[in-house]
């Protein structure tokens, strides 16, 4: 399968960095919920689900970590290790997230609010869902 890989614009000047992200521009959704990873213990994976709607950009803002995606048919993994460079992750993907460094800080962009109902968090339910039609 084929991961949407972005390289977002790095604003740099003599001071450093800086990334700007703006909804429905450098990334196809409108943004209703932030948050964030960090402090991932070693040997963690975490994730094990998929969303029915949600969709997400990933983005490693410090340190590293894997990402694997799934879409019931095929799988890839992809390392994240800068913050200029993100990938989106649409609905009906199954994510997991591994290999974090101890300084990782994964911020995610989400086109909803937190809703439970929204996750698959069993492999042959995701896949009866990917399969529906
Ligand atoms: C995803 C991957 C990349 C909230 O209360 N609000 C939130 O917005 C989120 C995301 C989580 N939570 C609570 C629910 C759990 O009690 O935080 C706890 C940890 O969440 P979870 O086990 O779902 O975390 P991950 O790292 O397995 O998955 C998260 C997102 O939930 C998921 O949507 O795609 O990061």
Redesign the pocket.
């Known amino acids: 399968m084929k991961i949407e890989k972005y390289q977002f614009q790095q604003h740099g000047d003599d001071r450093g960095q800086l990334v700007a992200l703006e909804e429905n521009k450098d990334f196809p959704f409108s943004v209703k ?1 932030v ?1 964030y ?1 960090y402090d991932t213990k070693e040997g963690v994976h ?4 998929a ?1 029915q709607h ?1 969709q ?1 950009i ?1 983005v490693c803002v410090h340190g590293s970590c894997k990402i694997l995606l799934d879409n019931g048919k095929e799988k890839e993994s992809v390392l994240l290790n800068s913050p200029s460079e993100g990938i989106l ?1 649409g609905n009906n993907i199954w ?1 997991e ?1 591994y290999d974090f460094s101890p300084d990782a800080v ?1 911020l ?1 962009l ?1 086109s909803e609010f ?1 809703n439970e109902e929204d ?1 698959i968090r069993d492999y042959d339910k995701f896949l009866e869902f990917v399969n529906r039609e």
Do not use: D, K, S
């Open positions: 919920r948050y990873i975490r994730g094990f689900h969303h949600l997400q990933l992750v994510r997230m994964l995610v989400a937190y996750y």
